[in-house]
Protein backbone atom coordinates (compact mmCIF):
# COMPACT_ATOMS: atom_id res chain seq x y z
CA UNK A 1 0.00 0.00 0.00
CA UNK A 2 3.08 2.57 0.85
CA UNK A 3 4.40 1.63 -2.22
CA UNK A 4 1.35 2.63 -4.05
CA UNK A 5 0.86 6.04 -2.62
CA UNK A 6 4.47 6.35 -3.61
CA UNK A 7 4.04 5.57 -6.51
CA UNK A 8 0.58 7.25 -7.16
CA UNK A 9 1.52 10.74 -5.87
CA UNK A 10 5.56 11.25 -5.84
CA UNK A 11 6.66 9.41 -9.24
CA UNK A 12 6.49 11.03 -12.07
CA UNK A 13 4.36 9.11 -14.80
CA UNK A 14 4.64 9.40 -18.76
CA UNK A 15 1.02 8.07 -18.47
CA UNK A 16 -0.31 10.95 -16.37
CA UNK A 17 -2.97 12.98 -18.10
CA UNK A 18 -6.64 13.98 -17.56
CA UNK A 19 -8.03 10.79 -19.07
CA UNK A 20 -6.42 8.41 -16.75
CA UNK A 21 -7.54 6.08 -14.18
CA UNK A 22 -4.73 7.32 -12.15
CA UNK A 23 -5.64 11.12 -12.56
CA UNK A 24 -9.24 10.04 -11.84
CA UNK A 25 -8.57 8.26 -8.64
CA UNK A 26 -6.72 11.63 -7.44
CA UNK A 27 -8.99 13.97 -8.59
CA UNK A 28 -12.02 12.74 -6.93
CA UNK A 29 -10.07 13.22 -3.74
CA UNK A 30 -9.06 16.80 -4.67
CA UNK A 31 -12.60 17.77 -5.48
CA UNK A 32 -14.28 16.46 -2.28
CA UNK A 33 -11.67 18.62 -0.50
CA UNK A 34 -12.50 21.76 -3.17
CA UNK A 35 -16.54 21.15 -2.51
CA UNK A 36 -14.92 21.93 1.51
CA UNK A 37 -13.14 25.24 0.59
CA UNK A 38 -14.91 26.87 -1.77
CA UNK A 39 -16.64 29.48 0.33
CA UNK A 40 -12.86 30.48 1.47
CA UNK A 41 -11.61 32.47 -1.41
CA UNK A 42 -7.91 32.72 -1.19
CA UNK A 43 -7.50 29.44 0.62
CA UNK A 44 -9.28 27.85 -2.37
CA UNK A 45 -7.09 28.87 -4.81
CA UNK A 46 -3.84 28.22 -2.85
CA UNK A 47 -5.07 24.55 -2.98
CA UNK A 48 -5.71 24.42 -6.40
CA UNK A 49 -2.24 25.86 -7.62
CA UNK A 50 -0.50 23.41 -4.77
CA UNK A 51 -2.90 20.86 -7.14
CA UNK A 52 -1.69 22.02 -10.28
CA UNK A 53 2.43 22.16 -9.13
CA UNK A 54 1.50 18.06 -8.00
CA UNK A 55 -0.33 17.55 -11.70
CA UNK A 56 2.88 19.06 -13.62
CA UNK A 57 5.51 17.53 -11.49
CA UNK A 58 3.58 13.88 -12.48
CA UNK A 59 3.38 14.72 -15.90
CA UNK A 60 7.11 16.45 -16.25
CA UNK A 61 9.31 15.36 -13.22
CA UNK A 62 11.47 18.32 -12.07
CA UNK A 63 11.39 19.93 -15.29
CA UNK A 64 7.88 21.39 -13.52
CA UNK A 65 9.97 24.11 -12.07
CA UNK A 66 10.08 26.11 -15.11
CA UNK A 67 6.33 26.54 -14.70
CA UNK A 68 6.70 28.65 -11.41
CA UNK A 69 9.70 30.24 -12.59
CA UNK A 70 7.85 31.52 -15.66
CA UNK A 71 5.17 32.32 -12.79
CA UNK A 72 7.10 34.45 -10.94
CA UNK A 73 9.11 36.70 -13.46
CA UNK A 74 6.09 37.24 -15.65
CA UNK A 75 4.42 38.73 -12.84
CA UNK A 76 6.86 40.89 -11.56
CA UNK A 77 8.25 41.67 -15.11
CA UNK A 78 4.63 42.81 -16.14
CA UNK A 79 3.74 44.69 -12.81
CA UNK A 80 7.08 46.76 -13.39
CA UNK A 81 6.50 47.01 -16.56
CA UNK A 82 3.05 48.50 -16.24
CA UNK A 83 4.36 51.24 -13.98
CA UNK A 84 6.53 52.84 -16.87
CA UNK A 85 5.07 55.21 -19.58
CA UNK A 86 6.83 55.36 -23.51
CA UNK A 87 9.81 53.85 -24.73
CA UNK A 88 10.87 52.49 -21.75
CA UNK A 89 7.50 50.52 -21.37
CA UNK A 90 7.70 49.17 -24.71
CA UNK A 91 11.45 48.34 -24.08
CA UNK A 92 10.68 46.71 -20.68
CA UNK A 93 7.71 45.12 -22.71
CA UNK A 94 9.88 43.29 -24.87
CA UNK A 95 12.34 42.20 -22.44
CA UNK A 96 9.70 40.33 -20.59
CA UNK A 97 7.63 38.72 -23.93
CA UNK A 98 11.80 37.68 -24.44
CA UNK A 99 12.70 36.42 -21.06
CA UNK A 100 8.72 34.16 -20.99
CA UNK A 101 9.37 32.83 -24.56
CA UNK A 102 13.57 31.98 -23.52
CA UNK A 103 12.57 28.47 -21.85
CA UNK A 104 10.04 27.43 -24.54
CA UNK A 105 12.92 28.35 -27.02
CA UNK A 106 15.62 27.01 -26.06
CA UNK A 107 13.85 23.24 -24.70
CA UNK A 108 11.81 23.21 -27.92
CA UNK A 109 13.89 25.21 -30.29
CA UNK A 110 17.74 24.30 -29.61
CA UNK A 111 17.91 20.95 -30.97
CA UNK A 112 16.20 22.22 -34.79
CA UNK A 113 18.54 25.06 -34.91
CA UNK A 114 21.81 22.84 -34.34
CA UNK A 115 20.33 20.50 -36.70
CA UNK A 116 20.03 23.10 -39.42
CA UNK A 117 22.97 24.65 -39.02
CA UNK A 118 24.55 21.27 -39.36
CA UNK A 119 22.80 21.14 -42.63
CA UNK A 120 23.24 24.13 -44.23
CA UNK A 121 27.41 24.97 -42.48
CA UNK A 122 28.76 21.36 -42.85
CA UNK A 123 29.17 21.73 -39.18
CA UNK A 124 29.15 18.80 -36.54
CA UNK A 125 27.57 20.65 -33.48
CA UNK A 126 25.96 17.52 -31.41
CA UNK A 127 22.03 17.83 -30.25
CA UNK A 128 21.28 18.21 -26.79
CA UNK A 129 18.77 16.05 -26.96
CA UNK A 130 16.60 17.67 -24.52
CA UNK A 131 13.37 16.71 -23.23
CA UNK A 132 10.31 18.71 -23.93
CA UNK A 133 8.53 20.08 -20.34
CA UNK A 134 4.72 18.84 -20.64
CA UNK A 135 2.42 22.29 -21.53
CA UNK A 136 5.30 24.59 -21.80
CA UNK A 137 3.89 26.08 -25.35
CA UNK A 138 0.06 26.58 -23.41
CA UNK A 139 1.36 27.84 -20.03
CA UNK A 140 4.10 30.09 -22.22
CA UNK A 141 1.58 31.88 -24.73
CA UNK A 142 -1.01 32.57 -22.04
CA UNK A 143 1.74 34.23 -19.59
CA UNK A 144 2.90 36.65 -23.21
CA UNK A 145 -1.06 37.41 -23.58
CA UNK A 146 -1.46 38.46 -20.01
CA UNK A 147 1.91 40.90 -20.42
CA UNK A 148 0.72 42.05 -23.82
CA UNK A 149 -3.15 42.65 -22.62
CA UNK A 150 -1.50 44.52 -19.65
CA UNK A 151 0.53 46.83 -21.77
CA UNK A 152 -2.41 47.14 -23.98
CA UNK A 153 -4.24 47.99 -21.26
CA UNK A 154 -7.07 45.62 -21.64
CA UNK A 155 -6.67 43.80 -18.34
CA UNK A 156 -5.48 45.46 -15.12
CA UNK A 157 -1.91 44.98 -14.12
CA UNK A 158 -3.17 45.08 -10.25
CA UNK A 159 -4.09 40.91 -10.00
CA UNK A 160 -2.70 39.60 -7.00
CA UNK A 161 0.45 36.94 -7.33
CA UNK A 162 -2.50 33.85 -6.25
CA UNK A 163 -4.91 34.61 -8.71
CA UNK A 164 -2.20 35.23 -10.91
CA UNK A 165 -0.88 31.55 -10.01
CA UNK A 166 -4.07 30.22 -10.23
CA UNK A 167 -4.50 31.28 -13.85
CA UNK A 168 -0.92 30.10 -15.26
CA UNK A 169 -0.72 26.80 -13.58
CA UNK A 170 -4.75 25.84 -13.37
CA UNK A 171 -4.22 21.98 -14.48
CA UNK A 172 -7.08 21.38 -16.54
CA UNK A 173 -5.27 23.62 -19.31
CA UNK A 174 -1.84 22.33 -18.29
CA UNK A 175 -1.00 19.81 -20.77
CA UNK A 176 -2.18 20.95 -23.88
CA UNK A 177 -4.71 23.82 -23.64
CA UNK A 178 -6.66 25.41 -24.66
CA UNK A 179 -4.71 28.27 -24.46
CA UNK A 180 -6.96 30.75 -22.06
CA UNK A 181 -6.51 34.47 -21.73
CA UNK A 182 -6.74 36.22 -18.20
CA UNK A 183 -9.99 37.93 -19.30
CA UNK A 184 -11.58 34.77 -19.27
CA UNK A 185 -10.57 32.89 -16.40
CA UNK A 186 -9.22 35.73 -13.46
CA UNK A 187 -12.64 37.52 -13.10
CA UNK A 188 -14.34 34.28 -12.63
CA UNK A 189 -12.52 34.13 -9.13
CA UNK A 190 -14.34 37.04 -7.64
CA UNK A 191 -17.83 35.37 -8.88
CA UNK A 192 -17.49 32.78 -5.79
CA UNK A 193 -20.75 31.53 -5.11
CA UNK A 194 -23.13 34.12 -7.29
CA UNK A 195 -21.61 32.11 -10.82
CA UNK A 196 -22.67 28.14 -9.30
CA UNK A 197 -25.94 29.74 -8.42
CA UNK A 198 -26.39 31.31 -11.77
CA UNK A 199 -25.52 28.71 -14.11
CA UNK A 200 -26.23 25.60 -11.59
CA UNK A 201 -26.45 23.39 -15.18
CA UNK A 202 -22.36 23.99 -15.13
CA UNK A 203 -21.25 21.06 -13.46
CA UNK A 204 -23.47 18.87 -15.63
CA UNK A 205 -22.79 20.32 -18.97
CA UNK A 206 -18.78 19.79 -17.92
CA UNK A 207 -19.62 15.92 -17.24
CA UNK A 208 -21.49 15.89 -20.49
CA UNK A 209 -17.95 17.07 -21.94
CA UNK A 210 -15.95 14.58 -20.50
CA UNK A 211 -17.67 12.10 -21.35
CA UNK A 212 -17.76 13.36 -25.02
CA UNK A 213 -14.09 13.66 -24.35
CA UNK A 214 -13.61 10.06 -23.53
CA UNK A 215 -15.22 9.02 -26.68
CA UNK A 216 -13.75 10.88 -28.83
CA UNK A 217 -10.48 10.69 -27.17
CA UNK A 218 -10.21 6.61 -26.30
CA UNK A 219 -12.68 5.23 -28.13
CA UNK A 220 -12.51 7.01 -31.43
CA UNK A 221 -8.56 8.98 -31.65
CA UNK A 222 -6.89 5.56 -30.29
CA UNK A 223 -8.72 2.94 -31.78
CA UNK A 224 -8.29 4.51 -35.69
CA UNK A 225 -4.88 5.33 -35.20
CA UNK A 226 -3.84 2.26 -34.93
CA UNK A 227 -4.17 1.25 -38.61
CA UNK A 228 -2.96 4.74 -39.75
CA UNK A 229 0.25 4.27 -37.30
CA UNK A 230 1.24 1.59 -39.62
CA UNK A 231 0.24 3.02 -42.56
CA UNK A 232 2.17 6.39 -41.81
CA UNK A 233 5.28 4.52 -40.70
CA UNK A 234 5.17 2.30 -43.37
CA UNK A 235 3.30 3.40 -46.67
CA UNK A 236 4.44 0.97 -49.14
CA UNK A 237 3.31 -2.12 -47.59
CA UNK A 238 -0.44 -0.99 -47.97
CA UNK A 239 -2.06 -0.29 -50.98
CA UNK A 240 -3.15 3.00 -52.51
CA UNK A 241 -6.32 3.02 -51.41
CA UNK A 242 -5.48 1.53 -47.83
CA UNK A 243 -2.79 4.97 -48.14
CA UNK A 244 -6.13 7.12 -48.62
CA UNK A 245 -8.01 5.34 -45.55
CA UNK A 246 -5.03 6.06 -43.45
CA UNK A 247 -4.90 9.75 -44.42
CA UNK A 248 -8.64 9.94 -43.89
CA UNK A 249 -8.34 8.13 -40.44
CA UNK A 250 -5.54 11.12 -39.55
CA UNK A 251 -7.91 13.61 -40.33
CA UNK A 252 -10.15 12.21 -37.70
CA UNK A 253 -8.27 10.88 -35.45
CA UNK A 254 -6.45 14.33 -34.95
CA UNK A 255 -9.48 15.89 -34.19
CA UNK A 256 -11.11 13.24 -32.26
CA UNK A 257 -7.83 13.46 -30.28
CA UNK A 258 -7.85 16.96 -29.78
CA UNK A 259 -10.84 18.18 -29.26
CA UNK A 260 -11.16 15.27 -26.95
CA UNK A 261 -8.76 17.01 -24.72
CA UNK A 262 -10.12 20.68 -25.19
CA UNK A 263 -13.84 18.63 -24.06
CA UNK A 264 -12.25 17.04 -21.04
CA UNK A 265 -10.26 20.39 -19.87
CA UNK A 266 -13.20 22.51 -20.26
CA UNK A 267 -15.77 19.98 -18.95
CA UNK A 268 -13.18 19.47 -15.73
CA UNK A 269 -13.25 23.34 -15.08
CA UNK A 270 -16.73 23.63 -15.62
CA UNK A 271 -17.04 20.79 -12.99
CA UNK A 272 -14.93 23.16 -10.59
CA UNK A 273 -17.47 25.89 -11.31
CA UNK A 274 -15.20 27.86 -14.13
CA UNK A 275 -16.49 28.57 -17.86
CA UNK A 276 -13.50 28.23 -20.33
CA UNK A 277 -14.72 29.01 -23.72
CA UNK A 278 -15.31 26.05 -26.81
CA UNK A 279 -11.84 25.44 -29.06
CA UNK A 280 -13.29 23.55 -31.94
CA UNK A 281 -16.60 24.53 -33.87
CA UNK A 282 -17.30 21.95 -36.25
CA UNK A 283 -13.61 22.56 -38.50
CA UNK A 284 -14.73 19.54 -40.92
CA UNK A 285 -18.03 21.79 -42.04
CA UNK A 286 -15.76 24.48 -43.70
CA UNK A 287 -16.65 26.04 -46.88
CA UNK A 288 -12.83 27.93 -47.29
CA UNK A 289 -9.39 28.12 -45.06
CA UNK A 290 -10.29 31.33 -43.44
CA UNK A 291 -13.67 29.78 -41.71
CA UNK A 292 -11.90 26.32 -41.20
CA UNK A 293 -9.40 28.52 -38.71
CA UNK A 294 -12.00 30.38 -36.80
CA UNK A 295 -13.07 26.82 -35.95
CA UNK A 296 -9.96 24.90 -35.19
CA UNK A 297 -8.19 25.39 -32.01
CA UNK A 298 -9.54 28.54 -31.48
CA UNK A 299 -7.68 29.56 -28.48
CA UNK A 300 -4.62 28.72 -30.90
CA UNK A 301 -5.47 30.77 -34.22
CA UNK A 302 -7.21 33.91 -32.10
CA UNK A 303 -4.15 34.21 -30.08
CA UNK A 304 -1.82 34.38 -33.47
CA UNK A 305 -4.71 36.58 -34.79
CA UNK A 306 -4.76 39.10 -32.44
CA UNK A 307 -0.63 38.94 -31.07
CA UNK A 308 1.06 38.20 -34.40
CA UNK A 309 -1.06 38.90 -36.95
CA UNK A 310 -2.92 42.06 -36.28
CA UNK A 311 0.61 43.41 -35.59
CA UNK A 312 2.06 42.75 -38.52
CA UNK A 313 -0.94 44.84 -39.98
CA UNK A 314 -3.73 42.62 -40.42
CA UNK A 315 -6.50 43.87 -43.12
CA UNK A 316 -5.97 47.47 -42.60
CA UNK A 317 -2.45 48.04 -44.89
CA UNK A 318 -3.33 46.86 -48.37
CA UNK A 319 -3.33 43.40 -49.85
CA UNK A 320 0.24 43.16 -50.46
CA UNK A 321 0.55 43.57 -46.41
CA UNK A 322 -2.11 41.53 -45.53
CA UNK A 323 -1.06 38.19 -47.58
CA UNK A 324 2.31 38.66 -46.04
CA UNK A 325 1.06 38.81 -42.69
CA UNK A 326 -1.20 35.58 -43.56
CA UNK A 327 2.18 33.76 -44.23
CA UNK A 328 4.47 34.83 -41.76
CA UNK A 329 1.44 33.54 -39.18
CA UNK A 330 0.77 30.88 -40.63
CA UNK A 331 4.61 30.11 -40.46
CA UNK A 332 4.90 30.99 -36.88
CA UNK A 333 1.40 28.41 -36.04
CA UNK A 334 3.07 25.37 -37.69
CA UNK A 335 6.77 26.20 -36.37
CA UNK A 336 4.98 26.33 -32.87
CA UNK A 337 3.53 22.92 -33.49
CA UNK A 338 7.14 21.14 -33.79
CA UNK A 339 10.93 22.04 -34.74
CA UNK A 340 10.26 20.06 -37.62
CA UNK A 341 10.32 21.46 -41.49
CA UNK A 342 7.59 19.35 -41.86
CA UNK A 343 5.59 21.40 -39.79
CA UNK A 344 6.67 24.47 -41.35
CA UNK A 345 5.46 22.86 -44.39
CA UNK A 346 2.18 22.73 -43.01
CA UNK A 347 2.00 26.40 -41.85
CA UNK A 348 3.33 27.39 -45.66
CA UNK A 349 0.25 25.51 -47.04
CA UNK A 350 -2.38 26.73 -45.07
CA UNK A 351 -0.39 30.43 -45.19
CA UNK A 352 -0.86 30.22 -48.94
CA UNK A 353 -4.35 28.29 -48.87
CA UNK A 354 -5.24 31.78 -47.13
CA UNK A 355 -3.61 33.78 -49.24
CA UNK A 356 -5.35 32.11 -52.58
CA UNK A 357 -8.85 32.70 -50.54
CA UNK A 358 -8.56 36.14 -49.60
CA UNK A 359 -7.01 36.63 -53.26
CA UNK A 360 -10.18 35.45 -54.85
CA UNK A 361 -12.91 36.27 -52.71
CA UNK A 362 -14.27 39.33 -54.28
CA UNK A 363 -15.08 37.14 -57.60
CA UNK A 364 -15.96 34.28 -55.11
CA UNK A 365 -18.67 36.55 -53.39
CA UNK A 366 -20.22 37.17 -56.51
CA UNK A 367 -20.91 33.03 -57.28
CA UNK A 368 -24.33 32.36 -56.42
CA UNK A 369 -24.54 30.79 -53.55
CA UNK A 370 -26.54 27.40 -54.33
CA UNK A 371 -26.29 23.79 -52.91
CA UNK A 372 -23.68 23.15 -55.11
CA UNK A 373 -21.79 25.16 -54.67
CA UNK A 374 -21.50 25.37 -51.02
CA UNK A 375 -20.76 21.19 -51.79
CA UNK A 376 -17.67 22.01 -54.01
CA UNK A 377 -16.13 24.35 -51.36
CA UNK A 378 -16.78 22.09 -48.62
CA UNK A 379 -15.10 19.26 -50.82
CA UNK A 380 -11.65 21.91 -51.89
CA UNK A 381 -11.43 22.63 -48.48
CA UNK A 382 -11.86 19.22 -46.83
CA UNK A 383 -9.32 17.76 -50.01
CA UNK A 384 -6.95 20.51 -48.72
CA UNK A 385 -7.27 20.39 -45.08
CA UNK A 386 -6.71 16.36 -45.78
CA UNK A 387 -3.73 16.48 -47.87
CA UNK A 388 -1.58 19.29 -45.67
CA UNK A 389 -2.23 16.78 -42.72
CA UNK A 390 -0.36 14.23 -44.33
CA UNK A 391 2.80 16.68 -43.85
CA UNK A 392 1.57 16.98 -40.57
CA UNK A 393 1.76 13.48 -39.82
CA UNK A 394 4.38 11.71 -41.87
CA UNK A 395 8.12 11.65 -40.34
CA UNK A 396 9.90 13.15 -43.41
CA UNK A 397 8.87 14.83 -46.76
CA UNK A 398 10.08 11.95 -48.76
CA UNK A 399 7.83 9.89 -46.77
CA UNK A 400 4.78 12.04 -47.02
CA UNK A 401 5.05 12.12 -50.95
CA UNK A 402 5.61 8.00 -50.89
CA UNK A 403 2.57 8.16 -49.34
CA UNK A 404 0.49 10.69 -51.85
CA UNK A 405 2.28 8.83 -54.59
CA UNK A 406 1.09 5.58 -53.89
CA UNK A 407 -2.37 6.88 -53.62
CA UNK A 408 -2.20 8.04 -56.87
CA UNK A 409 -0.53 5.50 -58.69
CA UNK A 410 -2.29 1.94 -56.51
CA UNK A 411 -5.55 3.25 -56.00
CA UNK A 412 -8.39 0.93 -56.65
CA UNK A 413 -11.84 0.68 -55.69
CA UNK A 414 -11.68 -3.00 -55.62
CA UNK A 415 -9.56 -3.17 -52.19
CA UNK A 416 -13.34 -1.41 -50.43
CA UNK A 417 -15.11 -4.56 -50.02
CA UNK A 418 -11.72 -6.41 -48.67
CA UNK A 419 -11.17 -3.44 -46.32
CA UNK A 420 -14.05 -3.24 -45.08
CA UNK A 421 -14.19 -6.91 -43.95
CA UNK A 422 -10.75 -6.78 -42.92
CA UNK A 423 -11.37 -3.63 -40.78
CA UNK A 424 -14.95 -3.76 -40.04
CA UNK A 425 -14.69 -1.85 -36.87
CA UNK A 426 -12.12 0.82 -38.18
CA UNK A 427 -14.59 1.31 -40.60
CA UNK A 428 -17.55 1.57 -38.38
CA UNK A 429 -15.65 4.08 -36.24
CA UNK A 430 -14.19 6.18 -38.99
CA UNK A 431 -17.90 6.79 -40.64
CA UNK A 432 -19.69 6.94 -37.31
CA UNK A 433 -16.64 9.70 -36.00
CA UNK A 434 -17.10 11.62 -39.56
CA UNK A 435 -21.13 11.43 -39.35
CA UNK A 436 -21.31 12.72 -36.07
CA UNK A 437 -19.14 15.61 -37.33
CA UNK A 438 -22.12 16.50 -39.70
CA UNK A 439 -24.22 17.60 -37.19
CA UNK A 440 -25.06 21.18 -36.52
CA UNK A 441 -24.34 23.01 -33.48
CA UNK A 442 -28.02 23.55 -32.27
CA UNK A 443 -27.96 19.34 -32.79
CA UNK A 444 -25.39 19.17 -30.64
CA UNK A 445 -26.32 22.11 -28.00
CA UNK A 446 -29.48 20.28 -27.93
CA UNK A 447 -28.10 17.36 -27.05
CA UNK A 448 -26.34 18.33 -24.13
CA UNK A 449 -29.37 20.00 -22.62
CA UNK A 450 -31.22 16.90 -22.80
CA UNK A 451 -28.31 15.26 -20.88
CA UNK A 452 -28.32 17.71 -18.27
CA UNK A 453 -32.31 17.37 -17.42
CA UNK A 454 -32.04 13.69 -16.91
CA UNK A 455 -32.63 12.27 -13.65
CA UNK A 456 -29.06 11.51 -11.93
CA UNK A 457 -29.46 8.20 -12.02
CA UNK A 458 -29.31 8.45 -15.88
CA UNK A 459 -26.42 10.67 -16.16
CA UNK A 460 -24.99 7.72 -13.59
CA UNK A 461 -25.60 4.90 -15.80
CA UNK A 462 -24.22 6.77 -18.71
CA UNK A 463 -20.99 7.19 -17.00
CA UNK A 464 -20.34 3.99 -16.25
CA UNK A 465 -21.36 2.69 -19.81
CA UNK A 466 -19.07 5.49 -21.35
CA UNK A 467 -16.17 4.44 -18.80
CA UNK A 468 -16.94 0.60 -19.13
CA UNK A 469 -16.81 0.90 -22.72
CA UNK A 470 -13.43 2.92 -22.88
CA UNK A 471 -11.87 0.54 -20.91
CA UNK A 472 -13.04 -2.55 -22.96
CA UNK A 473 -11.80 -0.70 -26.17
CA UNK A 474 -8.44 0.33 -24.68
CA UNK A 475 -7.49 -2.63 -23.67
CA UNK A 476 -3.87 -1.85 -24.43
CA UNK A 477 -4.06 1.56 -22.39
CA UNK A 478 -4.56 5.12 -23.48
CA UNK A 479 -2.18 6.85 -25.95
CA UNK A 480 -0.77 10.25 -24.82
CA UNK A 481 -2.40 13.24 -26.68
CA UNK A 482 -1.39 14.09 -29.79
CA UNK A 483 -0.83 18.11 -28.87
CA UNK A 484 0.16 17.04 -25.47
CA UNK A 485 3.98 17.00 -27.43
CA UNK A 486 3.76 20.63 -28.41
Known amino acids: MTDFLRSLFLQQDASWGLVSLEFAAVFILFFAILILLRSRRSIMMAYVVAFSLFFAYKASGTLMLLLPATLLLSWFATRGMSHLRGIPRRIALALTVIAEFAPLAYYKYADFTLLTLNHLLETNFQPLDMLLPVGISFYTFQAVSYSVDVYRGRFPSTTPLLEYSFYLTFFPLLMAGPITRAETLI ?3 HE ?14 GLYLILLGILKK ?4 DYVAQFTNWVFDSPTDYSGFENLM ?9 FCDFSGYSDVAIGLAAIMGFQLKE ?3 FPYQSLNLTEFWRRWHIALSTWFRDYLYIPLGGNRHGRLRMYLG ?5 LAAGLWHGASWLFVL ?5 GLGLIVHKACKPWLDAIPNTGWVRALSWLLTFAYVTLAWVFFRSTSVENACLLLSHIAEDFSWDYLVPFVKARTAWSVFAIVGFALHALRGHHADSLKKTFVRTPWIVKLILTIIVIQFAINVSSQGVAPFIYAQF
Open 346 to 350: WGAMH
Open 246 to 254: AVMGYTLQI
Open 218 to 221: VVVA
Open 192 to 205: GNSASKRDAALPYQ
Open 279 to 281: NFR
Open 187 to 189: PQL
Open 326 to 330: CLVTM
